[in-house]
């Protein structure tokens, strides 16, 4: 069976029932992309961000699958390229959060967070990384956090994951461009999404106080940036702060 090679440029985003997530895969698909919504366990969000974007005539399909399994990565993948025949951009952004102290935190509350966060991306890289070889070009883009460069209390698991993101970014890169690929990093600062609106109001002011500008950082610039980073032929290797806050 020939594949079904759409005219519009495909891009997948890890994780976008919800959050971040959510919002770059609408950005993805107002800006012309047929867009691969993944998503874990949050199928009923997918299908509403699925409604959503074909509301306003976007393109978009669902693809679940757990990034921390690489079984599961790798059929997802698979059945992208059989079914569109090309990836042109992927979006590492599924992550999730386990708070707890060094000294408090079990060893299931790290491997989970790390194995999503870091692992993740890992086997979707690997998998992308081989169609888009073949195909002489792609674009890369992990979502890390600032989290990564800073540290949190109570988020050793989270920022050290995020932190090795930022270096496996760097090291496909290195590997990668021969290719015709380029992988990037953008580090998020605090966003009022989902996740966010959950933090104590007290940790929320003292992101605000700690920022240049007095604020927190805005979802709609970050989706427009992705977008943008991801269209960019000459630009690889590279780690973005989107954050007023100086690390």
Request: some cysteine; proline content about 1%; hydrophobic content about 40%.
């Amino acid at each position: 069976m020939e594949n079904n090679v759409s005219d519009k440029r495909t891009a997948v985003v890890t994780g976008a029932s919800r959050g971040i997530g959510r919002r770059l895969a609408s950005e993805f698909a107002r800006s012309g992309y047929r867009v691969g919504i993944n998503f874990n366990k949050s199928r009923e969000e997918a299908e509403s961000l699925l409604k959503e974007i074909e509301s306003y005539k976007g393109s978009a399909f669902l693809c679940g699958a757990d990034v921390s399994d690489a079984g599961q990565v790798d059929r997802m993948i698979s059945e992208i390229k059989a079914e569109e025949g090309k990836i042109d951009v992927i979006v590492n952004n599924a992550a999730i959060c386990r708070h707890r102290t060094i000294l408090k935190m079990s060893e299931a509350e790290w491997d989970e967070v790390v194995k999503t966060d870091l692992y993740g991306p890992f086997y979707v890289m690997r998998a992308c990384a081989k169609i888009m070889a073949k195909q002489k070009h792609g674009s890369i883009v992990n979502i890390g956090s600032i989290a990564g460069a800073r540290g949190v209390f109570g988020g050793g698991n989270y920022s050290s994951a995020k932190g090795g993101l930022t270096a496996l970014t760097k090291t496909a890169a290195k590997e990668l461009g021969r290719f015709g690929i380029t992988v990037n990093a953008v580090l998020p600062g605090f966003h009022l999404t989902d996740m966010g609106r959950d933090a104590p109001d007290d940790v929320i002011e003292s992101i605000r106080n700690e920022s240049v500008l007095q604020t927190t950082t805005d979802i709609n610039g970050l989706a427009k940036f992705v977008v943008l980073l991801s269209e960019q032929r000459t630009v690889s290797g590279q780690v973005f702060n989107w954050d007023s806050r100086i690390t």
